[in-house]
Nanobody
Framework: QVHLAESGGGLVQAGGSLRLSCAAS????????MGWFRQDPGKEREFVAA????????SYADSVKGRFTISRDNAKSTIYLQMNSLKPEDTAVYYC????????????????????WGQGTQVTVSS
């Protein structure tokens, strides 16, 4: 089993930045691609970004391209989401996800492709 723990959420003004972290524990050797989804109450769950185990391939939702950057440190079994130029519409609970091998290039953007989910961290962007 793999456990995912998110951190770094909070309240920020529009135009500001936050960096989310997600640490994997347990059978981390079985973890392949990882990523982030988000969901605001009353809205559908939305793909944000994903990265392959090697870190060489990434995927982004159109709504965050150019503002968010996903990265990975396999030595720490951790991924990061650097969020810049935040907008009120980025407000949501952000969930870290991971999947078993094999890796996919580019990493998938469909929730059903991921095997493990974290508990989520709240990001609130005020206008």
């Amino acid at each position: 089993q793999v456990h995912l723990a998110e951190s770094g959420g909070g309240l920020v003004q529009a135009g500001g930045s936050l960096r989310l972290s997600c640490a994997a524990s347990g059978r981390t050797f079985s973890v392949s691609d990882m990523g982030w989804f988000r969901q605001d109450p009353g809205k559908e769950r939305e793909f944000v970004a994903a990265i392959t185990r090697s870190g060489f391939s990434t995927s982004y939702a159109d709504s965050v391209k150019g503002r968010f950057t996903i990265s990975r440190d396999n030595a720490k079994s951790t991924i990061y989401l650097q969020m810049n130029s935040l907008k009120p519409e980025d407000t949501a609970v952000y969930y870290c996800v991971a999947r078993n091998p094999p890796t996919a290039v580019p990493p998938p953007s469909t929730a059903g492709e991921y095997d493990y989910w974290g508990q989520g961290t709240q990001v609130t962007v005020s206008s």
